[in-house]
T-cell receptor, first 113, second 113 residues
Framework: NAGVTQTPKFRILKIGQSMTLQCAQDMNHNYMYWYRQDPGMGLKLIYY???????DKGEVPNGYNVSRSTTEDFPLRLELAAPSQTSVYFC????????????FGPGTRLTVT | TQLLEQSPQFLSIQEGENLTVYCNSS?????LQWYRQEPGEGPVLLVTVVTGGEVKKLKRLTFQFGDARKDSSLHITAAQPGDTGLYLCAGSAGGTSYGKLTFGQGTILTVHP
């Protein structure tokens, strides 16, 4: 199993550009999450999904959008990139019961200039 | 909003020393997880504690969940350079929280040979 995969690994965007961060998991997990990680700030939840077709906002959703058309994929869309979105983005997935241990992808380092 | 305060934020020690990282909150969590993250990678789960007062050991790492399930600690005995990394605690509210985690700010541990 590949676990959770993310692409791209690195990306530089100009202000106002758009992009989609890809995330896929092959563990048949229903729950999936997008986080951003800023230095000294831990991880902040952007959006999450409890199954195909169901998404909801997390703690810091402004400037982002998500969709979940399949169990495997959970892309994150940035429509109008801003410098404040410079961060490392992590996708994670978990089972839908028990203690919800999360499995993380390797991350995407995004710089907006 | 649930918050997790993690301390210390930075820890720099010599090989062979012992250390403790603390994770505190005013909120009750149904479970608490500890993750370790290396540079350029996503967090990896170390342990989950569920019961108040629970103690779990993972080789030289000892994890404890507070009796009231509001705090947790990670103790490392005889630290080694391979223990270097970012340690994150994360709490789950359980119930209908859909596995959403609240993360502490993280502790950056450096173990010098």
């Amino acid at each position: 199993n590949a676990g959770v995969t993310q692409t791209p690994k690195f990306r530089i965007l100009k202000i106002g550009q758009s992009m989609t961060l890809q995330c896929a998991q092959d563990m048949n997990h229903n729950y999936m999450y997008w986080y951003r990680q800023d230095p000294g700030m831990g991880l902040k939840l952007i959006y999450y999904s409890v199954g195909a077709g169901i998404t909801d906002k997390g703690e810091v959703p402004n400037g982002y959008n998500v969709s979940r058309s399949t169990t495997e994929d959970f892309p994150l869309r940035l429509e109008l990139a801003a410098p404040s979105q410079t961060s490392v983005y992590f996708c994670a997935s978990s089972y839908s019961s028990g203690t919800y241990e999360q499995y993380f992808g390797p991350g995407t380092r995004l710089t907006v200039t | 909003t649930q918050l997790l305060e993690q301390s210390p934020q930075f820890l720099s020690i010599q090989e062979g020393e012992n250390l403790t990282v603390y994770c505190n909150s005013s909120s009750v969590f149904s479970s608490l997880q500890w993750y370790r993250q290396e540079p350029g990678e996503g967090p990896v789960l170390l342990v989950t504690v569920v019961t108040g007062g629970e103690v779990k050991k993972l080789k030289r790492l000892t994890f404890q969940f507070g009796d009231a399930r509001k705090d947790s600690s990670l103790h490392i005995t005889a630290a080694q350079p391979g223990d270097t990394g970012l340690y994150l605690c994360a709490g789950s509210a359980g119930g209908t929280s859909y596995g959403k985690l609240t993360f502490g700010q993280g502790t950056i541990l450096t173990v010098h040979p």
